[in-house]
């Protein structure tokens, strides 16, 4: 009767998280074939493979035209150079990589969990709720290089749980390898570099020195070469400019959210920690989860950050749930006689038999709860207006999106919904506005400029980033738009310094505006200047 019931409830949690991944793969395909900017930023990645692909450095100085510069490590974006000498610039080609890459990670982590607990069917579940997650959902198909970051850390973790035990020098070397290549996609790859190193020192200090000492050596001299290459830039650009204000209240919020999404599994993967730290010895899987966790709540409320920095501390949970689930199922715990077991033994005996008993009950509900509070989908179009009309399930996001995560937190990413030909329409008007324009062009976003065939001006992020660090002499530039020099400034959400600002709002006045995918873009043209309608008549 137990195994019928856990069957029943595994089949219809199983169903649930199929019908998200479905979802996702749609999302993925819909965002894959968009020729514009989706996620703010994405262009400017996009501009990074070009120069990469052109053998130049995107850590450029900021000072002189044409402004631009990376703030990103370099890793993510020359893996799609060899499309763009193929087929030329595209967004599909990142997006499908970072895709791509989620689904390795998801496989990652199904593996982990199988090889610990021989559980395949708990195994793909907790591979399919890592994408279930609101904040990998996100970030999944965009041109954005983070989960392709998450995917390295998880292939280095993975087989270093793997192959030190089993004294495979050759794997561990490769192990480090991938974190060098996760730390050189995103400079966030170094907690889990410090969680890897705290963890071979608990196992072999002697050990955790001398790979430590290698893996320093390894990259500091990329490190080094990347600064010597480019004059200082890329010391200046990747990491003075990547120290951002801290808000406390956006910290809050997105760990509120983060815990409102995942409890359902973050639950059981914090009682494996607690198990581990007290009653057993703590994995790297545990120490990954706690580093990243702790982390991740300060990242998150950074300027510039949001909800995919809890990516990598999503991934360990969903490793460490799928562990205490199989182990669950196993019966396969064991308490050593130590001080805790000793002190607990009057309760731990009872409640491990009770979980035990009610293991095939509440292991599939809680796979269940956690479908539910992640749960996300388009609410129209052919197929999903008419589910949703059916489950009477009402948008939340743009009138056409629903997500089970409240969109007031701060720093909670604003897409995840599908684009539509209206979408499609508008970017193509502000491509025609481009190039219908006579003069200099500057967009905040820099995918219309690459469509419109215009060189991408500025970054602005980037320059923000400079400009609160100290780093930014916007002289030439602020320059450039006292005197008018440019003929149509596109602004979206007036990311750049605040001076420049400032000279726009003088200098300059808002004649049009466009709203593509949830946002409105403002046309900037000279003061004084007729109107583009005014113009043609």
């Given at each position: 009767m137990k195994r019928t019931i856990y069957r029943i409830l595994m089949a219809a949690a199983t169903l649930l998280l199929l019908a998200a991944f479905a979802i996702y793969v749609a999302y993925a395909i819909n965002i894959i074939q968009f020729p514009y900017d989706y996620d703010q930023g994405e262009g400017f990645e996009l501009v990074?493979?070009?120069?990469?692909?052109?053998?130049?450095?995107?850590?450029?100085?900021?000072?002189?035209?044409?402004?631009?510069?990376?703030?990103?490590?370099?890793?993510?974006?020359?893996?799609?150079?060899?499309?763009?000498?193929?087929?030329?610039?595209?967004?599909?080609?990142?997006?499908?990589?970072?895709?791509?890459?989620?689904?390795?990670?998801?496989?990652?982590?199904?593996?982990?969990?199988?090889?610990?607990?021989?559980?395949?069917?708990?195994?793909?579940?907790?591979?399919?709720?890592?994408?279930?997650?609101?904040?990998?959902?996100?970030?999944?198909?965009?041109?954005?290089?983070?989960?392709?970051?998450?995917?390295?850390?998880t292939a280095s973790v993975v087989l270093?749980?793997?192959?030190?035990?089993?004294?495979?020098?050759?794997?561990?070397?490769?192990?480090?390898?991938?974190?060098?290549?996760a730390g050189y996609t995103k400079q966030l790859a170094a907690i889990t570099a410090i969680a890897v190193l705290m963890w071979l020192f608990l196992r072999s200090p002697r050990q955790a020195i001398l790979w430590g000492i290698r893996f320093a050596v390894v990259g500091f001299a990329i490190f080094i070469g990347l600064t010597l290459a480019t004059q200082g830039e890329w010391w200046r650009q990747a990491i003075v400019a990547n120290v951002n204000h801290f808000d406390p209240?956006?910290?809050?919020?997105?760990?509120?959210?983060?815990?409102?999404?995942?409890?359902?599994?973050?639950?059981?993967?914090?009682?494996?920690?607690?198990?581990?730290?007290?009653?057993?010895?703590?994995?790297?899987?545990?120490?990954?989860?706690?580093?990243?966790?702790?982390?991740?709540?300060?990242?998150?409320?950074?300027?510039?950050?949001?909800?995919?920095?809890?990516?990598?501390?999503?991934?360990?949970?969903?490793?460490?749930?799928?562990?205490?689930?199989?182990?669950?199922?196993?019966?396969?715990?064991?308490?050593?006689?130590?001080?805790?077991?000793?002190?607990?033994?009057?309760?731990?005996?009872?409640?491990?038999r009770q979980l035990a008993s009610t293991a095939f009950v509440i292991i599939p509900v809680a796979f269940i709860a956690y479908a539910i509070s992640t749960f996300k989908m388009p609410t129209e179009g052919p197929i999903f207006g008419d589910v949703a009309a059916q489950l009477h399930i009402q948008p939340n996001v743009l009138g056409r999106h629903y997500d089970s995560a409240s969109y007031d937190v701060l720093g909670y990413a604003n897409i995840g919904h599908f684009t539509t030909a209206e979408d499609m329409e508008a970017g193509k008007q502000i491509v025609e506005i481009i190039q219908g324009t006579d003069g200099l062009v500057m967009s905040e976003d820099a995918g219309f400029e690459l469509a419109a065939g215009r060189p991408v001006i500025s970054n602005p992020t980037q320059l923000r980033n400079l400009y609160l660090n100290g780093e930014w002499n916007g002289t030439t530039l602020i320059n450039m738009v006292e005197n008018q020099e440019f003929a149509l400034i596109i602004l979206r959400a007036?990311?750049?310094?605040?001076?420049?600002?400032?000279?726009?709002?003088?200098?300059?006045?808002?004649?049009e505006s466009i709203s593509l995918n949830g946002f409105t873009y403002v046309f900037w043209r000279p003061a004084g200047e007729a109107s583009t309608s005014e113009q043609t008549e």
């Amino acid at each position: 009767m137990k195994r019928t019931i856990y069957r029943i409830l595994m089949a219809a949690a199983t169903l649930l998280l199929l019908a998200a991944f479905a979802i996702y793969v749609a999302y993925a395909i819909n965002i894959i074939q968009f020729p514009y900017d989706y996620d703010q930023g994405e262009g400017f990645e996009l501009v990074d493979t070009i120069l990469y692909s052109q053998f130049q450095w995107p850590y450029q100085n900021t000072d002189d035209y044409p402004f631009y510069s990376s703030n990103y490590p370099p890793v993510f974006h020359i893996l799609p150079v060899p499309f763009v000498w193929l087929f030329g610039p595209s967004y599909a080609y990142g997006r499908l990589l970072s895709f791509i890459g989620t689904l390795i990670t998801a496989a990652l982590i199904a593996y982990a969990i199988n090889r610990e607990g021989q559980r395949p069917w708990v195994a793909i579940l907790c591979a399919l709720a890592f994408l279930s997650s609101n904040m990998i959902y996100h970030n999944g198909p965009l041109f954005r290089q983070h989960m392709t970051m998450v995917l390295f850390e998880t292939a280095s973790v993975v087989l270093l749980t793997w192959a030190y035990p089993a004294h495979k020098w050759r794997y561990i070397a490769l192990a480090f390898g991938f974190l060098i290549l996760a730390g050189y996609t995103k400079q966030l790859a170094a907690i889990t570099a410090i969680a890897v190193l705290m963890w071979l020192f608990l196992r072999s200090p002697r050990q955790a020195i001398l790979w430590g000492i290698r893996f320093a050596v390894v990259g500091f001299a990329i490190f080094i070469g990347l600064t010597l290459a480019t004059q200082g830039e890329w010391w200046r650009q990747a990491i003075v400019a990547n120290v951002n204000h801290f808000d406390p209240i956006q910290a809050l919020g997105l760990v509120k959210l983060w815990f409102q999404l995942h409890g359902a599994l973050l639950i059981p993967a914090g009682l494996l920690v607690l198990y581990e730290l007290y009653i057993d010895r703590l994995s790297l899987y545990s120490i990954w989860f706690v580093a990243t966790t702790i982390f991740g709540v300060i990242g998150a409320g950074t300027w510039g950050a949001g909800d995919s920095y809890y990516a990598t501390s999503i991934t360990a949970m969903c490793i460490l749930t799928g562990i205490l689930f199989s182990r669950t199922l196993n019966h396969g715990w064991q308490f050593p006689d130590n001080f805790y077991v000793r002190a607990l033994s009057p309760t731990l005996g009872p409640v491990a038999r009770q979980l035990a008993s009610t293991a095939f009950v509440i292991i599939p509900v809680a796979f269940i709860a956690y479908a539910i509070s992640t749960f996300k989908m388009p609410t129209e179009g052919p197929i999903f207006g008419d589910v949703a009309a059916q489950l009477h399930i009402q948008p939340n996001v743009l009138g056409r999106h629903y997500d089970s995560a409240s969109y007031d937190v701060l720093g909670y990413a604003n897409i995840g919904h599908f684009t539509t030909a209206e979408d499609m329409e508008a970017g193509k008007q502000i491509v025609e506005i481009i190039q219908g324009t006579d003069g200099l062009v500057m967009s905040e976003d820099a995918g219309f400029e690459l469509a419109a065939g215009r060189p991408v001006i500025s970054n602005p992020t980037q320059l923000r980033n400079l400009y609160l660090n100290g780093e930014w002499n916007g002289t030439t530039l602020i320059n450039m738009v006292e005197n008018q020099e440019f003929a149509l400034i596109i602004l979206r959400a007036s990311f750049y310094p605040d001076p420049m600002l400032q000279v726009v709002l003088e200098r300059y006045t808002p004649q049009e505006s466009i709203s593509l995918n949830g946002f409105t873009y403002v046309f900037w043209r000279p003061a004084g200047e007729a109107s583009t309608s005014e113009q043609t008549e």
